[in-house]
């Protein structure tokens, strides 16, 4: 069993600062990709920033340069850094985890159960 906990969401003023947490805990043999989607209302979940097991980055192009994503390994966890922020990053915030459970499993994708970002004045 396999279970992510997201934590760091609320209420921020355009221009402010939140920072997200997403911890992995559970029979864990190997985490490739960690990263973090998001879905507004009314529209599709999108990704939003990625992070592979060698540390490279990916990121939307809408937060590019107001967003960072950190790992730690050593805590099965992913951050998502978010500065700058607008209204149009009010979303729900999702953290997907690429976990192999056993060595002779394929890795699959595991997702937590959200954490909502309000950008509000």
């Known amino acids: 069993q396999v279970q992510l906990v997201e934590s760091g969401g609320g209420l921020v003023q355009p221009g402010g600062s939140l920072r997200l947490s997403c911890v992995a805990s559970?029979?864990?043999?190997?985490?490739?990709?960690m990263g973090w989607y998001r879905q507004a209302p009314g529209k599709e979940r999108e990704l939003v920033a990625d992070?592979?097991?060698?540390?490279?980055?990916n990121f939307a192009d809408s937060v590019k340069g107001r967003f960072t994503i950190p790992r730690d390994k050593t805590k099965n966890a992913v951050y998502l850094q978010m500065n700058s922020l607008q209204f149009e990053d009010t979303a729900v915030y999702y953290c997907?985890?690429?976990?192999?459970?056993?060595?002779?499993?394929?890795?699959?994708?595991?997702w937590g159960k959200g954490t909502l970002v309000t950008v509000s004045s």
């Open positions: 997907n985890v690429n976990i192999q459970v056993r060595s002779w499993l394929n890795a699959i994708a595991y």
């Open positions: 992070i592979t097991s060698d540390g490279s980055t």
């Open positions: 559970g029979r864990i043999f190997k985490i490739n990709a």
